[in-house]
């Protein structure tokens, strides 16, 4: 059974930082971990976005809305996900929730990819930013 936990959300100022941390337990496959991890969130009235993806090659991407602000890795063991968020602005605020196991990583060209249909999500963390 694969069980995602987030934690590191809370409270920042405008211009401030937060690190958010995911972590996987369990395996969706045997000895095989997630081919990509993502972070998503969702702000009150709208609608579920991707906030940034890492394929299992270490390939990753952003959404134009947060590119230069924030940075996903793992550690070595791909058990811990991170979303470092910097320059943080109001409109960050919002629950992140972390995502394994999606159903295709699709490759465009070298270094643009997509991920879809993630199958294992994180209880979500909320980030508030606010002066």
């Known amino acids: 059974q694969v069980q995602l936990v987030e934690s590191g959300g809370g409270s920042a100022q405008p211009g401030g930082s937060l690190k958010l941390s995911c972590q996987l337990s369990?395996?969706?496959?045997?000895?095989?971990?997630?081919?990509?991890m993502a972070w998503f969130r969702q702000a009150p009235g709208k609608e579920r976005e991707e906030v940034a993806a890492l394929n299992r090659e270490g390939g990753v991407h952003y959404a134009d809305f947060v590119k230069g602000r924030v940075t996903i890795s793992q550690n070595n063991a791909k058990t811990t996900t991170f979303l470092q968020m910097n320059r943080l602005e109001p409109e960050d605020t919002a629950v992140y929730y972390c995502?394994?196991?999606?159903?295709?990583?699709?490759?465009?060209?070298?270094?643009?990819?997509?991920?879809?249909?993630?199958?294992?999500w994180g209880q979500g963390t909320q980030v508030t930013v606010s002066s």
């Open positions: 369990g395996s969706m496959y045997t000895g095989s971990t997630s081919s990509c």
């Open positions: 995502a394994a196991y999606p159903v295709e990583v699709r490759y465009f060209s070298p270094g643009v990819f997509a991920c879809r249909e993630f199958r294992a």
